[in-house]
Structure formats: structure tokens, C-alpha cells
């Protein structure tokens, strides 16, 4: 507890001293932001333009957020206008569910499973709340809105009250959100819900790290794969926002050892050889991504981190960018080692047959691009646009 409040303490001090007159402009313009009619939606305009324009880095000393993943860098110019349309876009969702009551599960599980079957469609309708979490903190940050922290307090309480660790990290791995909302109110929050969310995470991270250093070595199947590099993110992801040292020193360490195993020197990933199909490479480089950001926003950069074997993270993405760049294609799942991914093909799930669609590392590249500016046209090519929430959250360098 002591380490998080310090930690939060240290940024909080930050923010004070980089306050501007604008930032005073936008909390009176904000208070308006909540008033209805047109009066009311083009101060929430201003509000978001100015608060987006500062960058959510730069928040009044009332909103005490934790500011680790998300403290996004100052806009640049030519960005502005699509952010402050992300983060209108969010308000809105925001509001129209402001009063919902959540309704968390005790397990999420999707693994290995069809569309219809077992608790499929229950997980997959219970995880749009950890990402409505997500989503409403970052509208309370661009905002102030009280009722935006409320909501994201009472989601956050409902779930890590009620959602049990199952350690399934293809299971588990939307609760990136989940940490993210709390990364981003984090000291605003009532206090029981801030113990208890921190209670979880601890017992989340140190759950897959123990799981993890129980294996025996060298690490192989789903210890190398996809699955240990969703591992890797959420216990990078829960160490930063708690700025647990033992913890990062942790996520650190299995990290490289993934990369050793999973990226090899000319960045192909095991998961290719594996399933003969790219989606399974984005679904590998992804989550490694995202634990990079969450070191990178702690300067440390794990990007071009290189492991014995000569591998790291911005190799793999450097071999993906000529399909992802329409310079090569590639028939995927042709030569899959692995039943359930026929299974899916017969089923006709999206995806698993034909060509490998290039958009589906759009959230790659752009997550990509926050590390190193030269992934940015890989991804510009790919959509005009990053997700809303990265958008937001961490707008290009």
C-alpha cells in the first residue's frame, strides 16, 4: 500500500508544477461539459480539445490518478481533432451507462472453446464490462466528471470482489482493462475499493509468476507459446501499476525469457511454426507489446531488449511488417499442428480460414508505434486511426 500511494504521490507532484492557466480554463469548462443542451455538448467540445490538447498527464490535482500506462505526451497538432472525437465518443458510452449495475463473473473462460459452448458467450459479454471500465476512466480523466469515477469505483469493487484468478491467461487476458482502469483512478478511489483492487492484483501477479517459476526448464508448450506471452503482460502490466519492485523485477525477467523462447534472431515467433498462421504472430506480438509500454512508461525499454538467441520484440514485429504491409500474404492455419484450430475452420469462425486479413494488426502496429515512430506508417496504412482508446490514452509520440 505504501508503494502505490508513494509512487502516486511522486506524479502527483509532477502534475502540480507543469499546471497551466489551461488548465484551469478546462476544469471551469469541464463543470460545464455536464449540463445539457447544445450550450452544454459545445463546452464539452472545448473541455475535451483543451483537456486532450494538455494531455491526460496533466490533470488537476483532485483527480489523484495513478498516471503510469496511460500519461499520454502532449498532442500534436494534427491529432487533435481525432482525439478529442475518441474522447467524446467515450463520454457518450460513458453517460449512457453512468447508472449501470455491474455484473461480474466468478471465472471468465473462452480457451479452447466455440462459439455457443460452455460459458463462451457469458465471458465474452461479462469482459465488454472490463473494457466499459477502461473506457469511463479515461472519460473521467479527460473530464473530471465525479459520476465517471463513481462508476468506474463501484465496476472495479464488483469485480475484484467477485472475479477468482484462474490463471488461464488466454482466459484472463482482458483484464488488461481491468488494470488499466484502476492504473488510471487509482488514488481517487474510495479506499476499500483501492485495498481490495490492489489485493487482487497482488494476488494476480504473483499467482502467474509463481505459476510460471514452478515449470521446469527449459519452458515449452503453452509455457513458450501465445499463452506465456499474455502471462508476461499481465504481470508486467499489474507490477508497473503497482510499481512493485519485486514484481517488475519479475516481469523483467520472464520477458527476455519469453522473447528467448518464443522470437527467434530473425524474429519469427514459435507460434508460427507452430499453427502456420499469422493471427497467432499478432496474437503473440500483441500482449508482449503492451508489456513493453507499460515498462516504457517507467523508461525502460524493452523494444529492442535482445535475448541470447539474438531475438526481441521489435525483430518479430520487423518480420510481420511485409504481410502487414500487403508485400507478402500467407493461406492461414494450412499446415496447423493443432486440432482445435480445424475445429474452429469447420465451425466458421472469422478468421481461421483463407488469407490473413493485414487490419487484424492494426492494434499491433499502433500499439507498436508508441515505442518507436518508425512502426507509425505500418500502422497508418493499416487504418487512418488507432482504437479510440489508444487514441487517447497514449497519442502518438
Not at 74 to 101: C, F, K, P, W
Not at 328 to 336: I, L, M, P
Not at 360 to 370: E, H, I
Request: glycine share 6%; net charge neutral; charged share 20%.
Amino acid at each position: 500500500m505504501a508503494v502505490v500511494e508513494s509512487s502516486t504521490a511522486r506524479v502527483e507532484r509532477a502534475a502540480k508544477q507543469r499546471m497551466t492557466g489551461a488548465a484551469a480554463d478546462w476544469r471551469h469548462s469541464a463543470l460545464y461539459a455536464n449540463r445539457p443542451g447544445e450550450r452544454g455538448l459545445r463546452r464539452m467540445h472545448l473541455a475535451c480539445a483543451i483537456a486532450m490538447s494538455m494531455s491526460l498527464g496533466l490533470l488537476s490535482s483532485s483527480a489523484h490518478a495513478a498516471m503510469n500506462f496511460c500519461a499520454a505526451p502532449a498532442l500534436q497538432n494534427g491529432e487533435r481533432e481525432d482525439a478529442t472525437s475518441s474522447v467524446h465518443a467515450m463520454i457518450v458510452e460513458a453517460q449512457a451507462h453512468v447508472d449501470d449495475t455491474p455484473h461480474p463473473l466468478a471465472r471468465l473462460h473462452t480457451e479452447g472453446t466455440l462459439p455457443h459452448e460452455g460459458i463462451y458467450d457469458e465471458s465474452v459479454e461479462a469482459a465488454k464490462e472490463l473494457v466499459l471500465m477502461r473506457d469511463t476512466a479515461l472519460a473521467w480523466r479527460a473530464t473530471g466528471d465525479p459520476r465517471f469515477l463513481k462508476m468506474v469505483d463501484r465496476f472495479l469493487l464488483a469485480w475484484v470482489k467477485t472475479y477468482q484468478p484462474t490463471f488461464n491467461p488466454i482466459d484472463e487476458t482482458r483484464l488488461d482493462s481491468l488494470i488499466l482502469a484502476y492504473d488510471l483512478s487509482a488514488s481517487a478511489l474510495t479506499a476499500s475499493t483501492r485495498n481490495a483492487t490492489i489485493q487482487f492484483l497482488q494476488k494476480l501477479g504473483a499467482g502467474y509468476i509463481a505459476q510460471v517459476d514452478a515449470q521446469p526448464r527449459p519452458l515449452s508448450k503453452t509455457f513458450a507459446n501465445n499463452w506465456q506471452s499474455h502471462r508476461v503482460k499481465l504481470i508486467a502490466m499489474t507490477a508497473f501499476a503497482l510499481d512493485d519492485r519485486k514484481m517488475i523485477d519479475a516481469a523483467r525477467r520472464l520477458f527476455v525469457l519469453q522473447v528467448q523462447n518464443n522470437i527467434g534472431g530473425d524474429g519469427q515467433v514459435l507460434d508460427f511454426g507452430e499453427r502456420d498462421a499469422l493471427h497467432y504472430v499478432v496474437y503473440d506480438l500483441e500482449p508482449l507489446t503492451m508489456a513493453a509500454l507499460a515498462a516504457r512508461r517507467h523508461r525502460i525499454d524493452w523494444l529492442a531488449q535482445r535475448a541470447p538467441n539474438g531475438g526481441s520484440l521489435a525483430a518479430g514485429l520487423n518480420w510481420l511488417a511485409p504481410y502487414a504491409l500487403g508485400k507478402q500474404t500467407h493461406e492461414e492455419f494450412v499446415n496447423s499442428k493443432v486440432p482445435f484450430d480445424a475445429q474452429r475452420r469447420e465451425a466458421n469462425v472469422p478468421g481461421f480460414a483463407g488469407e490473413w486479413d493485414p487490419k487484424t494488426a492494426t492494434t499491433l502496429y499502433y500499439l507498436a508505434s508508441r515505442l518507436d515512430k518508425r512502426f507509425l506508417p505500418i500502422a497508418q496504412k493499416l487504418a487512418d486511426k488507432p482504437p479510440a482508446w489508444l487514441g487517447v490514452c497514449l497519442p502518438t509520440p
